[in-house]
């Protein structure tokens, strides 16, 4: 079955970075795009970032651009998200998601379990 | 404040059935599918519809997706204390460029 694992999370100082990684199993990793998505502590769901299948493509949502970059290895079947210049308020579990498509269709139909990122000082 | 608007709770009683609207516009709902995502609490979000009113392998045809216009409707029906969760819609927004989700409605069967 499809499994998500994200891993590198942690606490950070503000002005800080930190690359999160996503290993990707169960599924044809390279046929499809990925998302990450966020949720801060008592919060909804907000997008943060996207990959083409092929990395050829991304977006990535006002809030987070300039800071983070996603990108993908699809030798090692593993998504990543650096982000730098963390403030306070990019606090949240960040979440790594499949599309249902090999580009953005809006659907995200597989989720990881999360990791957490803690921007304090 | 979100882009697609939800109701923030509703509620229903075991068995009874519920929907829960999300409201968007010409950018987004009303030129893209839409999904509904299922968060029970301390879990991650679970694709519950997709492409308006797709339901996934394993998901009861309990749960029902419909779209009009820039609106987007889920509905639950023979409610159980299981279905107690956020749920979320979401889509592309073709204006932003982005993923655009709705604040989330907290789901209490009472």
């Known amino acids: 079955q499809v499994q998500l694992v994200e891993s590198g999370g942690g606490v950070v100082q503000p002005g800080g970075s930190l690359r999160l990684s996503c290993a990707a199993s169960g599924f044809t990793f390279t046929t499809y795009g990925m998302h990450w998505v966020r949720q801060a502590p008592g919060k909804g769901l907000e997008w943060v970032a996207f990959?083409?299948?092929?990395?050829?493509?991304?977006d990535c949502a006002d809030s987070v651009k300039g800071r983070f970059t996603i990108s993908r290895d699809n030798s090692k079947n593993t998504l990543y998200l650096q982000m730098n210049s963390l403030r306070s308020e990019d606090t949240a579990v960040y979440y790594c998601?499949?599309?249902?498509?090999?580009?953005?269709?809006?659907?995200?139909?597989?989720w990881g379990q999360g990791t957490l990122v803690t921007v304090s000082s | 404040q979100s882009v697609l608007t939800q109701p923030p709770s509703v509620s229903a009683a075991p068995g009874q059935k519920v929907t829960i609207s999300c409201s968007g516009s010409s950018s987004n709902i009303g030129s893209n599918y839409v999904s509904w995502y299922q968060q029970l609490p301390g879990t991650a979000p679970k694709l519950l519809i997709y492409?308006?009113?797709k339901r996934p392998s394993g998901i009861p045809d309990r749960f029902s997706g419909s779209k009009s216009g820039t609106s987007a409707t889920l509905g639950i029906t023979g409610l159980q204390t299981g279905d107690e969760a956020d749920y979320y819609c979401g889509t592309w927004d073709s204006s932003l460029s982005a993923d655009v989700f709705g604040g989330g409605t907290r789901l209490t069967v009472l």
């Open positions: 990959i083409r299948y092929d990395g050829s493509n991304t």
């Open positions: 492409e308006n009113n």
């Open positions: 998601a499949k599309d249902l498509r090999r580009y953005n269709s809006g659907c995200l139909d597989e």
